[in-house]
């Protein structure tokens, strides 16, 4: 079975200060792993994706996330927060087998970047 | 939001009436799929299509129902036997690869009086 845990609901972090956003996934084979951004009513923007090679993944907007195969964790980061980071954040694993083909995702991390 | 649009971004319906939320994609993708979001408990998965004329359940179908007749849309119904339909429903796409991430439709909002 797949899962995907995001064990903090809520990250406060200040403006500058570096921010992770935590995720740890269970899959039967290779996971496909992949965080998104979420702001107010909108729809989920894609931010980047572990699939195989680099264990740190770098993204759109500075962010990054570090794929720990050992800690079955994928956790999300970026070394300066700004305030207009501040959104909901997803992360999702697809298991690598062939025939599956559908993503997983977590409950969710509000970030809050505090002026 | 990509290639993806939803309408009606708002959307209310009486309870007892069918809706039907549109979704329409310009990506070229093969797959597209329903989701369905409520306060803290993520995306969960209604339906999901993976070619034209076909269609496959998801963790919650129930009370909803899809068509595929066309690679660039996949309407979802919402029907009386939703006991719970109010909610944030996001429309989804991707190509034919598993590596690939999903582009996601701006939302429709729908809420029952």
């Not at chain 1, 995907?4 to 972090?13: K, L, M, T």
């Not at chain 1, 992360?91 to 087998?97: L, Q, W």
Request: glycine share 8%; with cysteine.
């Amino acid at each position: 079975a797949q899962s995907v845990a995001q064990p903090e609901d809520q990250v406060n972090v200040a403006e500058g200060n570096p921010l992770t956003v935590k995720c740890t996934y269970s899959v039967s084979g290779n996971p496909y792993l992949f965080w998104y951004v979420q702001y107010p009513n909108r729809g989920l923007q894609f931010l980047l994706k572990y699939i195989t090679g680099d264990n740190l993944v770098k993204g759109s907007y500075g962010f990054e996330a570090e794929f720990n195969k050992s800690q079955t964790s994928f956790h999300l980061k970026k070394p300066s927060a700004l305030v207009s980071d501040s959104a909901l954040y997803f992360c999702a694993v697809r298991d690598g087998r062939a025939g599956a083909n559908n993503l997983f995702f977590g409950t969710g991390t509000r970030l809050t970047v505090i002026p | 939001d990509g290639g993806i649009t939803q309408s009606p971004k708002y959307l209310f319906r009486k309870e007892g009436q069918n809706v039907t939320l549109s979704c329409e994609q310009n990506l070229n993708h093969d797959a597209m799929y329903w989701y369905r979001q409520d306060p803290g408990q993520g995306l969960r998965l209604i339906y999901y299509s993976q070619i034209v004329n076909d269609f496959q359940k998801g963790d919650i179908a129930e009370g909803y129902s899809v068509s595929r007749e066309k690679k660039e849309s996949f309407p979802l119904t919402v029907t009386s036997a939703q006991k719970n339909p109010t909610a944030f429903y996001l429309c989804a796409s991707t190509s034919d690869s598993r590596h690939n991430e999903q582009f996601f439709g701006p939302g429709t909002r729908l809420t029952v009086l």
